[in-house]
């Protein structure tokens, strides 16, 4: 399921960790989903857009706390506003651990500081 795969690297997540990743990484569209963050993705279940893919991963990153977030190429696959409203969590996100960006887009290297 989804809650499943955004909790990989953090089996004892709770639900509002979960949802605040969610919301920073701008992946409500799992909301929208069938059975919501029930909803079986992958080979057996539904499947993702590429950008879709990209934000549950950074979800799953984040709600992982690591110690070094690096981001290689992190916001390619999305559209402008949705990249505005990401490259804004991150920046908050950032403040609090150490972050390795990698990027082809000028706004993206920016989040560095």
Do not use: W
């Not at 499947?47 to 706390?65: E, K, P």
């Amino acid at each position: 399921s989804v809650a499943e795969n955004l909790r990989l690297g953090r089996q004892d997540a709770s639900d509002d960790e979960l949802r605040q990743a969610v919301e920073v990484a701008a992946a409500q569209f799992v909301y929208d989903l069938p059975f919501g963050l029930d909803t079986r993705i992958g080979e057996q279940g539904m499947s993702l857009s590429g950008g879709q893919r990209q934000r549950l991963s950074l979800a799953r990153a984040i709600l992982a706390q690591p110690k070094v977030l690096v981001l290689d190429d992190t916001l390619s696959a999305l559209d402008v506003h949705t990249e505005a409203v990401v490259e804004e969590a991150l920046r908050r996100v950032l403040h609090e651990v150490t972050g390795v960006v990698v990027a082809h887009r000028a706004s993206t290297v920016l989040l560095a500081d």
